[in-house]
């Protein structure tokens, strides 16, 4: 079974960093590209940033470029997204997303596997 399980989230105050973590299970990622997304309350959920697992190229949602940093290291199967500069509205439920047929990185339908998410919280 594919999992794909997110950890790190937390409360922070504005301008504090936080890493999230992404443990992908189940089968093998090397020709698979992997995202975050997040949805706050209330709102739809939003692309934030996409990684290819074997080649690291990296995509960025115009709101977290030069934030946040996607990361992977295939030989844990970890997916990263280190979150600096934090502000309130980057507050929301983050999730993890794999998907192998990717031609539009932030078109959630196109991710075939999903994590649970996990909550990030930025005070201000």
């Known amino acids: 079974q594919v999992q794909l399980v997110e950890s790190g989230g937390g409360l922070v105050q504005a301008g504090g960093s936080l890493t999230l973590s992404c443990a992908a299970s189940?089968?093998?990622?090397?020709?698979?590209?992997m995202a975050w997304f997040r949805q706050a309350p209330g709102k739809e959920r939003e692309f934030v940033a996409s990684?290819?697992?074997?080649?690291?190229?990296?995509y960025y949602a115009d709101s977290v470029k030069g934030r946040f940093v996607i990361s992977r290291d295939p030989a844990k199967n970890l997916v990263a997204l280190q979150m600096n500069s934090l502000k309130p509205e980057d507050t929301a439920v983050y999730y993890c997303?794999?998907?192998?047929?990717?031609?539009?990185?932030?078109?959630?339908?196109?991710?075939?596997?999903w994590g649970q998410g996990t909550q990030v919280t930025v005070s201000s």
């Open positions: 189940g089968r093998t990622f090397s020709s698979y590209r």
């Open positions: 997303a794999g998907g192998r047929y990717i031609s539009d990185d932030d078109n959630q339908r196109q991710y075939n596997y």
């Open positions: 990684i290819t697992w074997s080649g690291g190229s990296t």
